[in-house]
C-alpha cells in the first residue's frame, strides 16, 4: 500500500524558518517525482514545488521561488521542503503527493497524498 | 497563465445524479485529472485522465472533457458523496493547475 507521511509542521514567526519532510513507503521512490501541494485555511489547493525522480530537477511556483527548497533523499525514501523567509500567508496545510506522469500524452496527476501537515506563520 | 474554473458549490438531491464541471481554454485538448476532498482529510484521486476511475472509486463516478469544459458525474448520489471536489490539469506553460474547488452538497 503506498504511503506518504509529512512531518515538521508548526508555528513560526514571520521571517522564520521551518523544514518539512515527507516519508515515502509502499513503492519504488526513486521512480517518481513528488511534489508539495498546500492548502491555506478554507481555500483551495495550490501546487507549490516539485523535484524528479533523481532529485536533479526541482520546480517552484513563482510565490516560493527563492525562498523555498525542495530536496530528496533516495536512500531514506524522504522529501523536504526548507521554508524561509515565512510570511502570514504561507499558512496552510502541506501536503506531499507523489506524481504520475505519462509524459507521451503530457499529462501527470497525483496519487496518493499524505495526510498533510499545517504550518502557521504569525505575524 | 492557463486558469480553470469551477462553481463554488452544487447541490443535489440524496439519489440524484450530480454534475460538476470544469472551465478552461479548449481543456478538451488537455488531460482533466478529479480529486475529492473530505473535511480534514486529503484529497482523494476520484478520476484520472478525464474518463478513468481509480480502483477502490465507485462506478458511480465518472469523467468527460470537451470542448472548453469538463465535466465530473456523480450518479445515485450518496450522503457520503459531499465533499469539495478540484479539477486539475497539466499545462505547458503554467504547469501544474488546480481548479477553485466546488462544494458538493446532497440535499
Known amino acids: 500500500d503506498e504511503q506518504l507521511l509529512e512531518s515538521g509542521g508548526g508555528l513560526v514567526q514571520s521571517g522564520g524558518s521551518l523544514r518539512l519532510s515527507c516519508a515515502a513507503s509502499?513503492?519504488?521512490?526513486?521512480?517518481?517525482?513528488i511534489s508539495w501541494v498546500r492548502q491555506a485555511p478554507g481555500k483551495g489547493l495550490e501546487w507549490v514545488s516539485a523535484?524528479?525522480?533523481?532529485?536533479?530537477?526541482?520546480y517552484y511556483a513563482d510565490s516560493v521561488r527563492g525562498r523555498f527548497t525542495i530536496s530528496r533523499d533516495n536512500s531514506k525514501n524522504t522529501l523536504f521542503l526548507q521554508m524561509s523567509s515565512l510570511r502570514a500567508e504561507d499558512t496552510a496545510v502541506y501536503y506531499c503527493?507523489?506524481?504520475?506522469?505519462?509524459?507521451?500524452?503530457?499529462?501527470?496527476?497525483?496519487?496518493?497524498w499524505g495526510q498533510g501537515t499545517l504550518v502557521t506563520v504569525s505575524s | 497563465s492557463y486558469e480553470l474554473t469551477q462553481s463554488l458549490s452544487v447541490s443535489v438531491a440524496l439519489g440524484q445524479t450530480a454534475r460538476i464541471t470544469c472551465g478552461g481554454n479548449n481543456i478538451g485538448s488537455k488531460n482533466v485529472h478529479w480529486y475529492q476532498q473530505k473535511p480534514g482529510q486529503a484529497p482523494v484521486l476520484v478520476i484520472y485522465r478525464d474518463t478513468n476511475r481509480p480502483s477502490g472509486i465507485p462506478e458511480r463516478f465518472s469523467g468527460s472533457n470537451s470542448g472548453n469544459t469538463a465535466t465530473l458525474t456523480i450518479s445515485r448520489a450518496q450522503a457520503g458523496d459531499e465533499a469539495d471536489y478540484y479539477c486539475q490539469v497539466w499545462d505547458n506553460t503554467s504547469g501544474w493547475v488546480f481548479g477553485g474547488g466546488t462544494k458538493l452538497t446532497v440535499l
Open positions: 509502499g513503492f519504488t521512490f526513486s521512480n517518481f517525482a
Open positions: 523535484v524528479s525522480g533523481g532529485g536533479d530537477s526541482t
Open positions: 503527493a507523489k506524481e504520475i506522469l505519462v509524459a507521451e500524452a503530457g499529462t501527470m496527476w497525483f496519487d496518493p
